[in-house]
C-alpha cells in the first residue's frame, strides 16, 4: 500500500527543535513579545528546516479578520469550461473580485473540475460563494463541515438551502417561453440539465405550467452535465426522433444548446425557420453561435455584488439575512428565434 502524506510539523515540533516553548516560537515567527535574537534565529532556522508554515486562517481567527474567500462554480468541466473560457464563472468573478477588495476581502477564483475532485480541500480560506450548487452538493457539504461561511448563487434545491442570491429562474423560463409563444411556436419542447439544480427545478415547474395554461403536451428532456455539447446534441436528437413536430426549443445550457444546433441541422431542419431555439444565459456561446442565440441577460454584475455582500455579512456573524434579488431578467433576442414569414407558393 502507498504511504500516507507527511504529517505538516506544527508548532510544538519547530518549539522541541529549537529547545523553546511554543509561546516564544510564536513570538519570533510572527514579531511579538520580547525574544532573545539569537533564539529568534534559532527559530526561524528550526521552522525552515523543519519546512514549518505558519496556519494563517487560525492567525485571522484570532484576529477576529477575515481576508480570502473563494469562488468556485459546482458546474462540470464539460459546462463550465470549454469553449465558454469558463463564461459563467468569469462573468461573476469580475465583479466579486472587485467588490471583495472594496470589503478587504481576497478572492481566490477556482477552475471548474474535472471528475469528482473536491478543490476545497487544501485551500485556506474564510468563506466560499458556490454558483448553482446541486442538493447535494459535495463542495457546499465540505465547506459546512469545516464551519465556513458559504452563499450560493442560486438558490440551492434543499430543505435547509445555504444563503443564497436568486437567479429568477422561474421568470427567466416564463420570460423566454412567452418570447417563443409571441414568435409562432405552438410546440414548444425544453431540454434541461439532469442534475439537482434550482435552475433545472423552476425551469420544469415553469414549463409545465406554461404548456398547461397554453393547451401544449409537455416535451422534456434531460442530458447530463458531464456529456458537454455532445449530450445537447444527443439529446436533441432524441426529442426530433420522438417530437418531429417540435418548432421551438428552449434549451437551458448553453453547451447544450450548441449541441442542439447541430442535431437540428443534421435532421435537416433550420433555425429558426423550422425550429426556434433559445437559451438561459447570454454568454460567449450564445453570442457567436452561427445562427445567434437568444438568451437572457441575469445582470451577473448585481448578482455577484450580492453575493459578496451577503457573504461579507454572515462573515462577520450577521446571518439573519437569507437570500438577496437581483434585477428581473430581460431578453436578448436574436436571429435564432427570429419570426420568419412563410414562403410564397412558387409560380
Known sequence: MPSSAPRRPT???????????PTTVSHALNERGYVDPQTRERVKASAQALGYRPNMRAQRLRTGEAQTIALLSS??????????????LMEIAAVAAASALTRGLALILVPPMQGNQLPLERLDIDGAIVIEPTDDDLNVAHLQS?????VSIGRQPADDPVPYVDLQSAATTQLL??????????????????????????ADLAYRAFCEAHGMSPRISMADEAGGEQAGHDRCAELLRQYPDIDGLYVTVDAFAVGALQAIAEH????????????RYDGLRARTSTPALTAVNLHLDAVA??????????????????????????LVARASSAKTRKRSPAR
Do not use: C
Open 75 to 88: 458546474m462540470p468541466f464539460e459546462v463550465a469550461g470549454g469553449a465558454s473560457r469558463l463564461g459563467f
Open 146 to 150: 469545516r464551519r465556513l461561511p458559504v
Open 177 to 202: 417561453l412567452s418570447h417563443l409563444w409571441a414568435q409562432g411556436a405552438r410546440r414548444i419542447a425544453l431540454l434541461i440539465g439532469a442534475q439537482r439544480r434550482n435552475s433545472y427545478v423552476e
Open 268 to 279: 435537416g431542419l433550420r433555425v429558426p425557420d423550422d425550429i426556434k431555439l433559445v437559451t
Open 11 to 21: 508548532i510544538l515540533d519547530v518549539a522541541r527543535h529549537a529547545g523553546v516553548s
Open 305 to 330: 455584488s450580492l453575493g459578496v455582500q451577503l457573504l461579507f455579512e454572515h462573515l462577520g456573524g450577521d446571518t439573519h439575512l437569507r437570500h438577496m434579488t437581483p434585477p428581473a431578467p430581460e
